[in-house]
């Protein structure tokens, strides 16, 4: 569910302005600062390198401890529900995006595919410039149709769980209890999820309340884009860098 935006949100006007402005951002993102990609710390790495057999709870706080502080994951989520109020459609589209999530992440690490993190990570904070712009209503001003909301959650849910994945191949984890390992991470990742969402819609709650939300509900929007724009810029200077 997205809310329509008020006609007097002009701006986007055209794909063309958004890309260039998109392209700008990417530049100067690239210019300014190395990349950097949320992942598992120096010290879990460590962890996970060295130790084998199944150890339930370790992972399930490593999968938790992922998402609380993984910020393209939250800012992705934050625009999912940005307009969503009724918490069986908030379950819907998180569950969609915990399937997504959660398939590609145990999927591409067993079967050992590899794509490079760089650019996974890229579409990732390009998932969030999609959303912001369905949040600001630009795919119905600009093509006179409304894209699937729930198909695209599912499809950048595989994204961001093939981000993870990415990261995780490097580490060499033990094939020791390595699926039970994966699903604990997995449900670790499911429950960090849930906390954070949780965290994001009391404070939406409070804000949603206030007279100003829906004045400052376009401009919120449109600086969750720029920042979408940001992480994709650090994403391919490492890319082009490394």
Same mark, same amino acid.
């Given at each position: 569910? $997205?809310?329509?935006?008020?006609?007097?949100?002009?701006?986007?006007?055209?794909?063309?302005?958004?890309?260039? =402005?998109?392209?700008?951002?990417?530049?100067?993102?690239?210019?300014?600062? /190395?990349? &950097? /990609?949320?992942?598992?710390?120096?010290?879990?790495?460590?962890?996970?390198?060295?130790?084998?057999? &199944?150890?339930?709870?370790?992972?399930?706080? #490593? @999968?938790?401890?992922?998402?609380?502080?993984?910020?393209?994951?939250?800012?992705?989520?934050?625009?999912?529900? &940005? !307009?969503?109020? %009724?918490?069986?459609?908030?379950?819907?589209?998180? +569950?969609?995006?915990?399937? @997504?999530?959660?398939?590609?992440?145990?999927?591409?690490?067993? +079967?050992?595919?590899?794509?490079?993190?760089?650019?996974?990570?890229?579409?990732?904070?390009?998932?969030?410039?999609?959303?912001?712009?369905?949040?600001?209503?630009?795919?119905? %001003?600009?093509?006179?149709?409304?894209?699937?909301?729930?198909?695209?959650?599912?499809?950048?849910?595989?994204?961001?769980?093939?981000?993870? /994945? $990415?990261?995780?191949?490097?580490?060499?984890?033990?094939?020791?209890?390595?699926?039970?390992?994966? #699903?604990?991470?997995?449900?670790?990742?499911?429950?960090?999820?849930?906390?954070?969402?949780?965290?994001?819609?009391?404070?939406?709650? !409070?804000? %949603?309340?206030?007279?100003?939300?829906? %004045?400052? /509900?376009?401009?919120?929007?449109?600086?969750?884009? $720029? =920042?979408?724009?940001?992480?994709?810029?650090?994403?391919?200077?490492?890319?082009?860098?490394?």
């Amino acid at each position: 569910m $997205t809310a329509t935006i008020p006609r007097w949100a002009a701006w986007p006007r055209t794909p063309a302005g958004v890309c260039l =402005l998109g392209l700008l951002i990417l530049l100067l993102s690239g210019l300014l600062t /190395a990349a &950097f /990609a949320h992942g598992v710390a120096d010290g879990d790495k460590g962890y996970i390198q060295e130790t084998s057999g &199944f150890l339930f709870w370790p992972f399930l706080y #490593l @999968g938790a401890k992922h998402m609380v502080t993984g910020y393209d994951h939250l800012l992705f989520l934050l625009g999912v529900i &940005f !307009f969503l109020y %009724r918490m069986k459609d908030i379950g819907i589209y998180v +569950t969609l995006f915990a399937i @997504g999530h959660s398939s590609t992440l145990l999927l591409g690490v067993l +079967t050992d595919i590899s794509v490079s993190s760089y650019l996974v990570d890229a579409i990732i904070g390009l998932s969030v410039v999609y959303k912001a712009l369905d949040n600001m209503g630009a795919y119905q %001003r600009w093509f006179g149709f409304q894209p699937n909301t729930k198909a695209a959650t599912l499809v950048f849910g595989l994204f961001h769980g093939f981000g993870l /994945a $990415t990261k995780l191949q490097d580490f060499n984890m033990s094939p020791d209890g390595l699926i039970g390992n994966l #699903l604990a991470f997995n449900v670790g990742v499911e429950i960090g999820q849930l906390l954070a969402l949780g965290a994001i819609l009391i404070v939406m709650g !409070f804000w %949603r309340k206030t007279s100003g939300f829906y %004045r400052h /509900a376009y401009g919120a929007n449109v600086v969750l884009m $720029t =920042l979408g724009f940001i992480l994709a810029g650090y994403q391919l200077a490492g890319f082009f860098v490394a």
